[in-house]
């Protein structure tokens, strides 16, 4: 959620709530660099149906230049949205519709990579080598991600989700 309060101008400002900032910290622990996590949270927590660059920036009291490099990152995985915004010369961003199934299904190159290193790495350690067994294993689990995390995303599109 995000918090209102006025500044010394009377005009609003928004905060990210004490959730809203725990969540930006959960994602930059698990890799996502810090200033990316909080535009995410800023555009997961708002009310608004989509944000400026501008009001991003002063949300989160960060740079342009933080907010853009955050921007491009958050497009180019699949979790924002440029949207066109009548009456304005400002560029609009929203948390783009179905966006984590598309986060995870972006996910499927790392996977094909990962098992992919896993393969060579038994081939150069042999697969009969303490390496090579501990190697089976990391391609063996990314070959099972590789042929259930489809089969699971299609499900949460369909609508088929377990509450």
């Known amino acids: 959620m995000l918090g209102f309060w006025s500044n010394e101008r009377g005009r609003v400002r928004m905060a990210l709530s004490g959730p809203a900032e725990k969540l930006a910290l959960t994602l930059a622990e698990g890799g996502l660099q810090r200033m990316t996590a909080r ?22 009291a960060i740079s342009s230049g933080s ?9 180019t995985v699949g979790l924002i949205e440029r949207v066109p915004a009548p009456g304005s010369r400002r560029e609009h961003f929203r948390l783009r519709d179905g966006a984590w199934a598309t986060l995870m299904s972006g996910q499927n190159a790392m996977i094909g990579s990962m098992r992919e290193a896993a393969e060579e790495g038994i081939t150069v350690a042999g697969e009969g080598s303490l390496a090579g067994g501990r190697l089976t294993e990391m391609r063996d689990f990314y070959d099972y991600l590789w042929r259930e995390l489809p089969v699971l995303i299609e499900r949460w599109r369909k609508g088929e989700r377990d509450h």
């Open 67 to 75: 907010v853009s490099t955050a921007i491009k990152s958050l497009g």
């Open 39 to 60: 535009v995410l949270a800023a555009l997961l927590f708002t009310e608004q149906e989509t944000m400026t660059a501008g009001e991003i920036a002063e949300t989160l």
